[in-house]
């Protein structure tokens, strides 16, 4: 079965600090795919990375970054100098490729605050 | 291209009552799946769809709960007498293919009084 962790539950930063937003997944497919989503106090969920699991260069996007290690089985992602605006609940997912259904299994969440 | 829809987007319900919710998927998406957010609980997978076709409901409580997804109009979450413990925020996601990245819609918000 499928699992992903996210240890921290809530962190808390002053802006333009540094965050790293911790996953830890379980599969047994060789083939899944791995998600971090953003749900803002808003309420919506906003996708903002899929990594399948044959990739494992780092991806960067402007202040956002995703280090995927398949030795730890982690999938992390660090926001370069926060900003109020990330505050929010972050969650990593996964998915698997085999069988006839992708449905994502989520973590917990961490819910990130980022002070002025 | 308009994103997911759901609506509507706050639902109160007394004990007893249905509730309705829909989703229109991403034009050009055919996979809807729906997902529950508890308090505590995070998110949880209930039910896949394609066009007609309910794929796998692993996920949905056994009683009370049912899933469609017509081949003309919207995807409907019905829950027939509601109890307090629905009250949670239900999502939407579509993809157009099988594996391909989800998006979410904005949710309803259900609260059984």
């Known amino acids: 079965a499928q699992k992903v962790t996210q240890a921290q539950t809530e962190i808390s930063v002053v802006e333009k600090e540094d965050v790293t937003l911790d996953c830890v997944y379980e599969t047994r497919d060789t083939t899944y795919y791995l998600f971090w989503y953003k749900q803002p106090p808003s309420g919506e969920l906003v996708f903002l990375i899929r990594?399948?699991?044959?990739?494992?260069q780092n991806e960067i996007s402007g202040r956002y970054s995703w280090n995927f290690q398949k030795s730890t089985s982690s999938f992390n992602f660090t926001i370069t100098a926060s900003q109020v605006v990330d505050s929010a609940v972050y969650f990593c997912?996964?998915?698997?490729?085999?069988?006839?259904?992708?449905?994502?299994?989520f973590g917990k969440g961490i819910t990130l605050s980022v002070r002025p | 291209n308009a994103g997911v829809m759901q609506n509507p987007r706050h639902l109160v319900r007394r004990r007893g009552q249905e509730a309705r919710l829909r989703c229109s998927p991403m034009k050009g998406h055919s996979h809807v799946y729906w997902y529950r957010q508890l308090p505590e609980e995070g998110l949880k997978f209930m039910v896949y769809?394609?066009?007609?076709?309910?794929?796998?409901e692993s996920g949905m409580p056994k009683e009370r709960f049912s899933a469609e997804f017509p081949k003309e109009g919207p995807s409907i979450l019905r829950i027939q007498q509601v109890v307090r413990g629905d009250s949670a925020a239900y999502f939407c996601?579509?993809?157009?293919?099988?594996?391909?990245?989800?998006?979410f819609g904005p949710g309803t918000r259900l609260t059984v009084l």
């Open positions: 997912a996964l998915s698997e490729e085999s069988g006839a259904n992708s449905k994502l299994t």
């Open positions: 996601a579509s993809s157009p293919y099988l594996g391909d990245t989800q998006y």
């Open positions: 990594r399948n699991s044959f990739d494992e």
């Open positions: 769809l394609q066009k007609e076709n309910i794929i796998d």
